[in-house]
């Protein structure tokens, strides 16, 4: 399971006051409809004195009523559940300032829910066979500020994932790209590629301050609020 990249702050984070992770313990919510599955990660958790299961809910508007109220750093989100899926849970808590980050669980990683998740604001996904401590690893990199999905995975999926409309995606996402400046089309394929910040800045001959910088602006451009989906812009405009 790869990291990605790093990530800047969410722009207007208004969770309360040192509720950062780094100076205690990363809160985690555990949406899951299996009651099963709720209490293994919690058991799981409980043996971290570095993670701490804040809230748990059984669906999607359980999922976004948690993110409000309890300011869980991460949520690991099901996909498959009743009412309200993982997918639209992820939207919204997504769409709103200071969001959590998400990572998203399903049975197999070529779920069709998958992609949609991950470009909804997902940060990546585990699959529920996962090793326990790569659990624990995973919450651990994207409280850091990290993606936990690799293009490659990235391309798995798109190459697994029916697309009816990939042509028209395809169009859409050459017209976001173009916008962007010589450069910040370079980073953005690099990210797009897997490497990080300090393996960038290494390739195109600058300082990594500057290719957060580049990276920061490419978030803002393209509408993004992670590595992960300029990844997915960067395969959908098939760009290399």
């Given at each position: 399971m790869a990291a990605v990249a790093h990530l800047n702050g969410v722009p207007g984070d208004s969770r309360p006051a040192g509720s950062h992770p780094g100076r205690r313990p990363i809160r985690l919510a555990v949406v899951d409809d299996d009651p099963l599955v709720r209490a293994g990660l919690r058991i799981l958790v409980g043996g971290s004195p570095d993670i701490e299961v804040v809230a748990e809910a059984a669906d999607g508007a359980q999922a976004v009523s948690v993110a409000h109220a309890h300011w869980p750093d991460v949520i690991l989100m099901d996909v498959r559940m009743p009412r309200v899926d993982g997918l639209a849970a992820t939207r919204?808590?997504?769409?709103?300032?200071?969001?959590?980050?998400?990572?998203?669980?399903?049975?197999?990683?070529?779920?069709?829910?998958?992609?949609d998740a991950l470009r909804g604001g997902a940060c990546g996904f585990l699959l529920k066979d996962t090793p326990p401590l790569e659990i624990l690893a995973a919450v651990r990199t994207v409280a850091a500020g990290a993606a936990i999905l690799s293009p490659s995975v990235v391309r798995q999926l798109i190459d697994h994932v029916a697309d009816p409309v990939a042509g028209s995606r395809r169009a859409r996402a050459r017209e976001?790209?173009?916008?962007?400046?010589?450069?910040?089309?370079?980073?953005?394929?690099?990210?797009g590629q897997g490497h990080s910040n300090a393996e960038i800045a290494a390739r195109l001959g600058m300082g990594v301050p500057t290719v957060k910088g580049h990276v920061?602006?490419?978030?803002?451009?393209?509408?993004?609020?992670?590595r992960v989906q300029i990844a997915l812009l960067v395969h959908d405009a098939e760009l290399p």
């Open positions: 919204e808590i997504r769409s709103r300032p200071g969001a959590p980050e998400i990572i998203v669980l399903t049975t197999f990683n070529a779920d069709e829910y998958v992609l976001q790209l173009a916008a962007l400046t010589d450069r910040e089309r370079e980073v953005a394929v690099l990210v920061s602006r490419l978030l803002d451009k393209l509408g993004s609020n992670n």
